[in-house]
């Protein structure tokens, strides 16, 4: 099994307080990696030193065993890694259309190829798969900010996935969706990681959902890994329970 | 968009085309003139709304690169170069100044860019007015040439009317162009939400720098036009004044809309002509409408009139099926 992504001893410290301390992991090809954790364990922050948005202040992140600790985000997201943030984030004056191909276009050609080059940078055809396949064709050329909440979440997914990445880390993809609108978000998720091969790390408070997506999960309290293991050992692990209930 | 409304786009395009094409005919030179400065503003206006309106940078330094391109201009066109040297001098140094000045908008955002910006508009002011040995200081630059046109010398007023409006016509073509290209995505992506542009590839330090370094480039090419129109230059017209004005243009007609900085010039420098009987209470009307408008409609005339059709459209439209999922709260 290859490593996609291997975090080593990463912390993060705001003044005294350490948000994230000396976290280890490995993510392994195709893998869906759940990463749960109560509400103030270092999950987001944990996703934001990986992805470059903030500077860890020790440790390493290796994309298959290239160091890219603190590279700028659209760096590393050029270079396949992708993510979602925990409150939704689309270009609400853009299409549905335009926002996906906004997501890809800086992934090819040059500054000046995009200035003088197709309106398109030849993504409609991918643009429109990704509309068929989130089932958004309905409202392909409605602003963002027009769509129900729930259809700004599928376009706030798809559009992470619209460059192809190796690697993608959904920041609770479920939050605030309703029920038939998660079933098809983790039915569209696991056909990706099936025909795509792509690798998912998923931070998730909804238990029946990353119990039922990942198959890995790494649980994180106070900053640190407290349990580490397949759904059903994790759910059982007692630190697990303390960290959720309390001491 | 429909095909009617594209049609009717069209029409619309093509008879304000025309007015403006028969417009000297009808009109005496200083009318002639206020159409002119009305071309040249608008360029610059156009500047302030791909940094402004499109990528969301606030820019208080407008003015200062229209005095930089005017005052290229005078110094080079009295000194015997054609104002295509002009052109290439503004231009390439606005966009060089505007792209260092873009430098802070990387570290901070909102008003105080527009403090940064601020400052440096005051120090280009200074600079007019105090290094007299380039500028000649209060006493200004004066006799500046009309240019050449293929040795055709477009010294009446309607000649450099259509001169200046051509080169509008340029400018606009380019902005529609670059809006409409990816480039154009990535700059309202940056002003939407800069994060998450970032998180998706948009090199959104490339962009912002970019976006002030080609709004700066189009302030320097009014300014350009500028020097040869009034023949005359001193510090007076670039102070701070120019760059709030010219904000106001932007914000008035419509900022990150197209057609917002033409509406916008028309409104600060042909209404006040049109309203010479109220001459006195002039600035007092503007200012109403324009307290006003902001509260009716932040998004400016155009957006006001966009909002309106929207809805008009919606009214008309059947109602849509209501999707298979429903509203959740969030």
């Keep these: 099994m290859t490593t996609v992504l291997e975090v080593?001893?990463?912390?993060?410290?705001?003044?005294?307080?350490?948000?994230v301390n000396s976290v280890s992991f490995d993510v392994n090809e195709g893998e869906i990696l759940g990463i749960i954790g109560p509400n103030g364990s270092g999950k987001s922050t944990l996703f934001n030193c990986i992805l470059g948005q903030l500077h860890p202040s020790s440790g390493e992140v290796r994309l298959d065993g290239r160091a890219v600790t603190g590279m700028r985000p659209c760096d590393l997201n050029r270079l396949g890694v992708s993510r979602t943030f925990q409150l939704l984030q689309v270009f609400p004056e853009l299409t549905v259309r335009e926002n996906l191909i906004l997501a890809a276009q800086e992934h090819r050609g040059s500054m000046v190829s995009r200035l003088f080059g197709a309106r398109d940078a030849g993504?409609?055809?991918?643009?429109?798969?990704?509309?068929?396949?989130?089932?958004?064709?309905?409202?392909a050329d409605e602003k963002a900010g027009a769509l129900s909440y729930?259809?700004?979440?599928?376009?706030?997914?798809?559009?992470?996935?619209?460059?192809?990445?190796?690697?993608?880390?959904l920041d609770e993809p479920a939050g605030g969706v309703n029920l038939t609108m998660l079933a098809n978000l983790r039915d569209r998720l696991e056909a990706i990681n099936?025909?795509?091969?792509?690798?998912?790390?998923?931070?998730?408070?909804?238990?029946?959902?990353v119990m039922a997506l990942c198959s890995r999960i790494v649980v994180l309290a106070e900053g640190r890994i407290i349990a580490e293991g397949n759904p059903a050992d994790v759910r059982r692990d007692p630190k697990v329970m303390e960290a959720y209930l309390g001491h | 968009m429909s095909r009617s409304r594209l049609l009717f786009g069209t029409l619309a395009g093509l008879i304000i085309v025309a007015g403006l094409i028969a417009a000297p005919f009808g009109l005496k030179p200083y009318g002639i003139y206020i159409l002119t400065l009305w071309a040249v503003t608008t360029i610059a206006a156009i500047g302030l709304n791909l940094t402004l309106g499109y990528a969301g940078q606030v820019s208080l330094a407008q003015g200062a690169?229209?005095?930089?391109?005017?005052?290229?201009?005078?110094?080079?066109?009295?000194?015997?170069?054609?104002?295509?040297?002009?052109?290439?001098?503004?231009?390439?140094?606005?966009f060089g100044i505007g792209w260092l000045l873009g430098y802070p908008a990387l570290r901070v955002q909102h008003h105080y860019l527009a403090f940064v910006t601020l400052a440096f508009a005051t120090l280009a002011y200074l600079v007019f007015r105090n290094e007299?040995?380039?500028?000649?200081?209060?006493?200004?630059?004066?006799?500046?040439?009309?240019p050449n046109l293929f040795g055709y010398l477009l010294r009446t007023p309607r000649d450099?009317?259509?001169?200046?409006?051509a080169n509008l016509a340029l400018v606009s073509l380019a902005a529609w162009w670059l809006i409409r290209s990816p480039w154009g995505r990535a700059f309202v992506a940056l002003r939407e939400n800069p994060v998450r542009a970032l998180s998706l590839g948009v090199d959104t330090r490339r962009y912002t720098l970019m976006a002030f370094a080609l709004g700066a480039g189009l302030g320097g090419i009014s300014?350009?036009?500028?020097?040869?129109?009034?023949?005359?230059?001193?510090?007076?017209?670039?102070?701070?004044?120019?760059?709030?004005?010219?904000?106001?243009?932007?914000i008035v007609g419509g900022s990150g809309y197209f057609f917002g900085p033409f509406l916008g010039a028309m409104i600060a420098v042909l209404l006040p002509e049109w309203l010479q009987a109220a001459s006195k209470y002039y600035l007092f009307y503007y200012a109403a409408f324009v307290m006003v408008l902001l509260i009716v409609s932040p998004s400016g005339i155009i957006g006001f009139f966009e909002r309106r059709l929207a809805a008009a459209r919606k009214a008309a439209a059947p109602p849509v099926p209501p999707m298979a999922e429903a509203k959740v709260a969030p």
């Design chain 1, 123 to 139: 993504l409609s055809g991918d643009a429109d798969r990704m509309i068929e396949f989130f089932r958004l064709a309905h409202v």
């Design chain 2, 223 to 250: 300014g350009v036009l500028y020097a040869p129109l009034v023949q005359y230059i001193d510090p007076t017209p670039f102070s701070l004044l120019l760059s709030l004005n010219l904000l106001l243009m932007v």
């Design chain 1, 194 to 209: 099936r025909e795509e091969g792509a690798t998912f790390v998923v931070i998730e408070h909804n238990m029946e959902f």
């Design chain 2, 132 to 146: 007299e040995w380039i500028t000649g200081g209060i006493y200004g630059l004066s006799n500046i040439p009309r």
């Design chain 2, 160 to 165: 450099f009317y259509y001169f200046c409006l």
């Design chain 1, 150 to 169: 729930g259809q700004q979440k599928l376009l706030d997914a798809a559009m992470a996935f619209m460059a192809g990445p190796r690697l993608v880390l």
């Design chain 1, 8 to 19: 080593r001893d990463l912390s993060k410290h705001f003044g005294g307080i350490h948000a």
């Design chain 2, 65 to 94: 690169f229209v005095g930089i391109g005017a005052y290229a201009a005078a110094l080079l066109t009295t000194k015997g170069w054609p104002l295509g040297a002009a052109y290439l001098v503004a231009g390439v140094s606005c």
